[in-house]
């Protein structure tokens, strides 16, 4: 026999499922549809978009999504072997002091969060990066906050960008230079939101000639100002392409064209050098496993067999 859950029950049952998305077990979090998105008047923020069934079933069921990935990493003029994790989850957003929320607001912002990995090694020392990036299931305005670290044997930098008035970014370093900076740059497209953009709704990325913030990642191991750069974005049935003209760099992502949109893998090329010294390397990851997972609650020695499911061990 068949039970019909009413509309109003099904709300009550995401709303109650979707505590649980979070990297902390007692936290409540709410559905998308009752919030109110806060933000300066320097940018506009566009309607909401609707989310679907299939949106709210699949990212509100109390799990989050891991990929893995297998990694070729172009560093220091050659492709290094590695492993990339994406891990995608939805978790309330306090709008001022820009992190997750623990508990109920009614300005709480609806985020869908990319916790972005990769490891690999180079000779003897290893490197460890992250990218995290909150992102509005609204799909209506900017990434809220954007964050990256990169640790290896040298030392490690962090840069943080926060959407406020305008983006006020924060930065440290082991390099001379580069060691402890705060600056305010205009708002523009993120490379970083273009990825959570994608998983919402592939079809509004932006395309054509546009003002693109390379990813922090890539600004940090490349050493390039943060800043917006002229691109060129191009979308295709199960690809979206990134070219910056005057970083010599381009990002290809591959994704699935149908729901959830899950991305497959991805290409980076860039260009370095001048004339016949000029050297290019394009970094390579491909999709290993996927799994839903409330990887949060999953600290025993006996979850370790589910790295072993994403083929990271």
Not at 63 to 84: H, N, P, V, W
Not at 99 to 124: C, H, M, Q, W
Not at 208 to 225: C, K
């Amino acid at each position: 026999m068949i039970r019909i859950i009413k509309p109003k029950l099904l709300v009550v049952i995401i709303g109650l499922i979707s505590i649980f998305t979070s990297c902390k077990e007692n936290t409540t979090a709410t559905t998308p549809e009752i919030n109110t998105v806060s933000e300066s008047e320097s940018e506009v923020v566009n309607p909401k978009a609707k989310l679907s069934d299939d949106f709210k079933n699949y990212w509100y069921n109390g799990e989050a999504e891991i990929t893995s990935y297998k990694l070729e990493q172009a560093r220091y003029g050659e492709l290094r072997e590695g492993t990339a994790v994406l891990v995608f989850v939805t978790e309330d957003f306090l709008p001022d002091a820009q992190v997750k929320a623990d508990s109920y607001r009614e300005n709480n912002i609806p985020v869908l969060k990319l916790n972005a990995t990769k490891n690999f090694n180079t000779g003897i020392y290893p490197y460890s990066i992250m990218q995290s990036t909150f992102y509005p299931v609204a799909n209506n305005q900017h990434a809220l906050k954007i964050s990256t670290s990169v640790q290896e044997w040298c030392g490690h930098v962090y840069t943080q960008l926060n959407n406020r008035d305008v983006f006020e970014v924060t930065s440290h370093s082991y390099f001379q230079g580069e060691a402890d900076e705060n600056f305010k740059i205009d708002k523009a497209w993120t490379e970083n939101e273009l990825w959570a953009k994608l998983r919402i709704d592939p079809k509004s990325l932006p395309v054509g000639e546009i003002e693109l913030i390379p990813s922090l990642e890539s600004a940090r191991l490349n050493h390039d100002a943060l800043k917006a750069q002229k691109a060129n974005a191009t979308l295709e049935n199960n690809s979206y392409t990134l070219t910056y003209h005057e970083l010599q760099r381009t990002l290809k992502i591959n994704f699935n064209p149908n729901f959830p949109f899950d991305i497959l893998g991805w290409e980076e090329t860039i260009t370095s050098g001048m004339g016949s010294s000029a050297e290019t390397l394009t970094s390579k990851a491909s999709k290993l496993e996927t799994i839903k997972s409330d990887y949060w609650n999953k600290k025993s020695k006996s979850d370790v067999n589910l790295r072993e499911t994403l083929k990271l061990q």
